[in-house]
């Protein structure tokens, strides 16, 4: 991400945003807490799979056994990442991965936090017909590496390359909300899966994609990019006078809304022309970089330190690491409570770092998140003296 940055600056054409890019790394930092708090039955419903309905038709010796799974999972990727698009319950998992408006490496990052509410069953037959654990995993981190570098915009047509694998510029179009490009390529690794089922769209030159989505989030809180999707669902099933309509909002297409609701509630019409760009100060800026650099220290100390620490210890600290860029987004909005909603967890981390005994003082992740309480609260003291708030004005930016 420095290097494509750095690249950017160089050729006068950069494609990151500080907010955005913020937002972006936090979205991915918090997508790991789930996981690594066991939360769900992905683990339960693998293992069940694996020892009691494998039919164990590919040995784990065989390189057939690898070529085959990694095309399998491709394949099934492609079969979940569509259906997501197509059905509004999955998509409110899945959309948080493209609110972002800018296309860079950082793009990639956003990754849904509650993905693994239904994820898994896309992948259980793989595992039914025997693909071995170790190939599964293996091949799943593949495809997943795979997707990071086609997230930018540095990267032109690749030619021939272009009719095989999902390339930057087809993925440029699986991401652009512009009413040509809507619900195309879909494939992980192989674009082959959305030419031969009718979803392949290619960049056209005279079309350039303006990313995002079709309902702007017009928002930098991570918790609620996560949200926002199943609670406006939620308030179309209760506003809706039809009974079948409040089930159906759950399981419809992702653009459907019931007639009542729609009309009484209409929904913004498509925004390509300007992003959402709160203006801040210069001030504010550095902090949000102090607050960007402070996550990704104690996230990289509490993955270092992971098994050393009891589960208990693991919550907290992934409580603090959600907390800590969701106060820091609702900032970047110029949000007038957001400096008291700082300084009280400042404090309230400070207290429970001293006084709890909850971590060793002398821990990685203590001393690094008590660093960060007191450049919040000493950020909070000048920003009182000073006044660097800008306001809710020019909040938007020309594409």
Excluded at 75 to 92: D, F, G, N, P, S
Excluded at 206 to 230: Q, R
Aim: charge should be positive.
């Amino acid at each position: 991400m420095i290097i494509e940055f750095t690249y950017g600056v160089i050729i006068k054409k950069n494609t990151y945003r500080l907010n955005d890019t913020f937002v972006s790394i936090s979205i991915g930092l918090i997508s790991r807490f789930p996981v690594i708090l066991n939360l769900g039955f992905n683990t339960l419903i693998f293992s069940l799979a694996a020892t009691t309905f494998n039919l164990k038709l590919l040995p784990l010796d065989s390189w057939v056994t690898w070529v085959v799974g990694f095309v399998l999972y491709d394949l099934t990727y492609y079969v979940q990442h569509r259906l997501h698009h197509e059905i509004k319950l999955l998509w409110a998992t899945h959309i948080v991965h493209h609110h972002g408006e800018e296309f860079n490496l950082s793009t990639a990052l956003r990754q849904t936090s509650t993905g693994w509410l239904w994820k898994w069953m896309f992948y259980i037959p793989m595992i039914v017909i025997g693909v071995p654990a170790e190939v599964f995993i293996t091949v799943g981190g593949l495809n997943l590496l795979y997707q990071f570098w086609v997230h930018t915009e540095h990267i032109p047509k690749l030619g021939f390359i272009e009719k095989i694998f999902v390339t930057p510029s087809n993925h440029r179009v699986h991401h652009a909300k512009n009413p040509e490009y809507i619900d195309a390529n879909y494939g992980g690794v192989f674009i082959l899966w959305d030419r031969m089922f009718g979803t392949y769209i290619e960049e056209k030159e005279n079309v350039k994609p303006v990313y995002g989505t079709v309902k702007a989030l017009e928002s930098w809180n991570p918790i609620w990019a996560n949200i926002e999707v199943f609670y406006n669902m939620l308030l179309d099933s209760v506003r809706t006078k039809k009974w079948s309509d409040k089930i159906k909002v759950w399981y419809a297409p992702t653009y459907w809304r019931p007639d009542d609701v729609a009309k009484e509630y209409p929904s913004k019409p498509l925004n390509l022309q300007t992003k959402y760009n709160p203006k801040i100060s210069t001030t504010s800026k550095i902090y949000v970089v102090v607050q960007m650099i402070g996550i990704m220290f104690i996230s990289n100390a509490l993955f270092s330190q992971i098994s050393t620490l009891s589960y208990q210890e693991i919550a907290v600290v992934s409580i603090i690491l959600t907390l800590i860029p969701t106060l820091t987004g609702i900032y970047m909005q110029n949000n007038a409570n957001a400096l008291l909603a700082i300084s009280i967890f400042s404090l309230t981390c400070i207290g429970l770092i001293l006084w709890s005994n909850l971590f060793p003082v002398n821990s990685l992740i203590t001393q690094a998140a008590l660093i960060l309480m007191l450049i919040n609260l000493s950020f909070v003291s000048i920003h009182s003296i000073n006044g660097s708030y800008v306001g809710p004005e020019n909040i938007q930016q020309k594409v």
